[in-house]
């Protein structure tokens, strides 16, 4: 990773353009043909520096309700729970942790019932049946830039 690369990443963390041709934006404020910019991310995400780019949003703004999960999971089925979770569009997040409940993912769905109903199958499909549904009581929202 370069530095061009490093002031990409600085760049689309919090100031994505939002238009018809970003990665246009993107080189004009970075002094880059829009082919450099696709390129790099391109290689960028191959390489897994870049996950994802999309937007956030306000999940209870949109009438949509959140959830954080935790399961323990043996170290044999890790594979096969990630995979089951990460199945489901309103999975956000999924993240191993050094701690007894070693699996933690949110979930954003329509109401609750939708999260419960899932997490029945997750348990169904892939034999966990320790998975904690922790709703947050009061939501504190946090930006979070990684200066690269």
């Known amino acids: 990773m370069d530095n061009t690369d490093k002031k990409i990443l600085n760049e689309i ?9 970003p990665f246009h934006e993107l080189g004009k404020r970075l002094a880059l043909p ?10 960028l995400k191959e ?6 780019i ?3 949003f306000h999940s209870n703004q949109l009438n949509f309700t959140s959830t954080l999960c935790a399961a323990r999971v043996p170290k044999e089925k890790i594979e096969h729970f990630v995979k089951t979770v ?3 569009p309103g999975v956000t997040h999924n993240y191993l942790r050094n701690h007894a409940y070693n699996i ?3 979930f954003i769905a329509q109401d609750m019932a939708y999260i419960d109903d899932a997490l029945e199958e997750i348990s169904e499909k892939t034999g ?12 504190f ?3 979070v830039d990684f200066e690269v």
């Open 128 to 139: 966990i049946r320790e998975i904690l549904n922790l709703p947050a009581v009061k939501t």
């Open 13 to 21: 963390q919090s100031h994505f353009p939002i238009s018809s041709r």
């Open 47 to 52: 390489d897994g520096i870049i996950r994802r």
């Open 86 to 88: 990460n199945h489901y």
């Open 141 to 143: 929202k946090i930006k």
């Open 34 to 43: 829009e082919s450099d910019v696709l390129e790099r991310i391109r290689r």
């Open 54 to 56: 999309g937007g956030n």
């Open 104 to 106: 933690w993912f949110t």
